[in-house]
C-alpha cells in the first residue's frame, strides 16, 4: 500500500458490517479451482486485504500482499534470524512499522531464500503475532534496501528469488475474487513466475510499461502506468475528459492519468472530477466527507447502478457495478451504500500519480507484473511491463448487480441520467458507527 493506510478504514467498516460482503457474486468463469502447483498459491482475505501465508525462520506467517510497497515486515520474535545491526521504519498515514532489520530463512510459494530481509516489528494491538506484509514493489522503493545501503543483502523478496535462478521468468501474478452471496471470504491467487493455466492467454494481453521515475526520486516508485488518453468511459458511455496533475511522472500526455497498481489499497483513489463523473448523476447521490474514509466520498443508492470501464494500452476494461458501488451493513441492520472509487484523499496525493488502481479495481483484472530489470543486480535490461486480463463481463456484470441489488427486477433503463435528490444525511446518521470502528482499527497495522 501507499504511505496511506486506506485499507485499514475499510477493514473497520468490513469488520464493522461483517457478513455484508456477500452480497457479492462471482462471475462463474472465476469460480474454476485453482491450481495446486507449488509456486501458486491461495489467498486468504478478511478485513478489506488479501493475504498469503509464508514461513519465516520456521514460523507461519499470515501476510498482506502489498504491490504499492516494498518491504517485508512481520509481527512477533522470528526464530532463526540473525540482527543485521540496524533498523528501519516505514511510516503509514496512521502508524509506523518500525524495528530492527534481521534476516532468516524465506519460504513463499515454494521458493526458498536463506537469509531473507525483513523488519521485526513488536507484536501490538494492530499488529498481532503471526502477521504481517510482504511488499511487492520495486527494489528502489524499499527501505530496508536503503537501510542495508543499498547492498543485495537487502533486496525484496521478490528481488531475491529471482536473482538466485536467472532462468525463473521475472513476474508476479495476482487474482483477487470478489466474494459471492454464500462465500464468507474474498479469495485470490497469486503465482511467481508462471501463470494461472486457465487464465494463461494473459501473456497474449498488451504490454503496458511500467512508468519510471527519474532516478532522483526513485524512492516513489510504484509498479505505475498510464491509462489511455481519457481512458475512463463514465456511465454514460462516453470517455470523461481527464487532466493528468502527475508533474513529477515520465512525461506523457496530459489527458492520460498516471496509475499505482497497489493490492494493498482498497478503494481505488480517482481525481475528483473523475469521481464526480461516476457518480454525481447516480440516484441519490451526494458527495460527503466522512472523517473514517480521511475524506470525501459519494454515497449513492445502493439500488444505483453505475457502469464505467477503464481503457489501458487500447484494451477495455470493464468495471463491476458491485465494484463501483460498495455495500455495507449497519450494526442497525441498515444497509449504506458509497461510490468505492474515491476522489483522492489528502494521503493520495502525490505528484508522480494521479490514480491509485487499488482492491475494487483489481477485482476486474487479472494481473501480470514483469519486474524486467529492477531486479538488482541481475544482467537482464528488459523494462518492467504490466498486463491484465479483463475478468468482468458486463453483460453477466449487469445480472448479478440485478440479481444482488434489484431483487431481480432490472429497472436500470430508468436510472440513465436520472438527477440526485437524494435523502440527506443518511451517512450522517450512521457516521457514528464507522467512526468508532475506524477508531478501534487505527491501529491495525501499528
Ligand atoms: C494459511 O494457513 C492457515 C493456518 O495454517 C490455513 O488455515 C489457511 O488455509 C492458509 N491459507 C492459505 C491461503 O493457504
Ligand atoms: C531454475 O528455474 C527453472 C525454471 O523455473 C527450473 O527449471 C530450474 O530447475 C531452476 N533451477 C534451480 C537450480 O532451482
Ligand atoms: C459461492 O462460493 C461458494 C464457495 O466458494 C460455493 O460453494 C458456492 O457454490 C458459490 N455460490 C454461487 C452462487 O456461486
Ligand atoms: C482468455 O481465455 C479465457 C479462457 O479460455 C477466455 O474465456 C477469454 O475469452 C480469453 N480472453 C482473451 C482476452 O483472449
Ligand atoms: C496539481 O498538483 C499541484 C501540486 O502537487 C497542486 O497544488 C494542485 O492543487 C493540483 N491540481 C489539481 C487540479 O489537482
Ligand atoms: C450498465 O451496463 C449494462 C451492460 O452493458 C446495461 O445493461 C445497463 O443498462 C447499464 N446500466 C445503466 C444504469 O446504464
Ligand atoms: C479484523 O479486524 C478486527 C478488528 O480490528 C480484528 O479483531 C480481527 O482479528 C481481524 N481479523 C483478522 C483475521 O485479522
Redesign the pocket.
Known sequence: MLPLMSSIILSALFHTTQGTLATY??LPRR?GPLSARSSTSGLDAFNGSYHINITLGGNQYSVLIDTGSSDLWVAGAVPQSEDTGTSASIQYAVGLAEGPVKTAQLEILGFTVPDQAFIEVPVGNGAPDGTGLIGLGPNTGSHIHDALIDLPAGDTPLDRIFRQNLTTPNYLTVLLNRP????EKYTGAMTIGEVLPQYSNITNQPKVPVSVLDSIISQSQHWSIVLDSNGIVGPDGKAIKVTSNATDAPIHDVNQLVAVIDTGFTLPQVPSEVARALYSSAKGAQLTNVQSFNGDIWVIDCDAEVNATFVIGGQSYPIHPLDLNHQVTDNDGNNICFGAFQPRIAGARESTYDVILGMAWLTNVYLLIDYGDFVDGTTKTDDPYVQFLPMTDPAAAHADFVATRLSGKDTTSSQRNSGSDGPKGLFETHNILILAGAAAASALLL
Open positions: 457474486v462471482d469460480s459471492n452471496d454464500t462465500a
